[in-house]
């Protein structure tokens, strides 16, 4: 049976993760509007191939092609009713490119849906985490990333979905934003350590930040991080950057070595686990590894 990444990372080891997906499925052809998650079924080939990739690269653990993969996000391509079906073929394509090597940590985003409007209550929010995390653990994730969050209560009853139907390790990260103050805030106003504090209290294994931010920006948060929660396992996925608009399209300006040559001041602010958000490439993971096998054999 595979260790679990919290008694790997408690070992003393710094493993890494993946980078980006979703520009990923644009270059093999995702069109603006398509649910990026039926690729999973309707081309699973192509969607092995990007998790492929990364581990080719050198990634310990790959996320899956379900970060909308609740049945919110679905039912406005009419796949509400393909939940399980969907979330499981996202896992099973992960699972087929990490093998029993490396970790699936299959995404779990936002399902859009604003619990302070009333708009959806939380019962019916957490069961559509529920849905979605058991199909996941049934496809063959080892664990699910509660991602991209800033609203506390929407990411603790993915938390507590996850944790309280499958035996799945949870990992949950938050994104932050810098605003003229000067300080890191989510969009609903959350500091990196409330967040983290809120995750560990719902239950997450492992907690931490992605997109919003580059490597530079994302020291302070993982350092604020860290002193909230002195002995949890942190994963960080940062952007390739902040984008620049160039001719109307987002770039974003980290090469691989300006990424990888921030990691061991990651480590030091307390980053257990490096991987990528938007804009990287499994050229940015192979950098980011080859400085942590470095760092774990020392």
Known sequence: MQKKIVDVVKSGKILVSDGAWGTFLQKKGLEPGECPELWCVERPDDVTAIAKSY??????????????????????????????????????CSKNAAGDDNWVIASIGPTGKMLITQEVTEQEMYDAFKEQAIALEAGGADAVCVETMSDIEEATLAVKAAKENTDLEVICTFTFEKTVRGDYRSMMGVAPAEAATAALEAGADII????????????????QMREAAPDTPILLHANAGLPQNIDGVDVFPETPEMMAAFVEQMIDAGANILGGCCGTTPAHIAAIKEVVEKHNNK
């Open 55 to 92: 581990i080719d690269a050198g990634a310990d653990m790959v996320e899956a092609n379900s970060f909308g993969g609740t049945s919110f996000k679905f039912e406005h391509f009419g796949l509400a009713d393909r939940v399980a079906e969907i979330n499981e073929a996202a896992a099973r």
């Open 208 to 223: 931490g930040t992605n997109c919003g931010n580059g490597m530079e920006r994302m020291l302070v948060i993982v350092a």
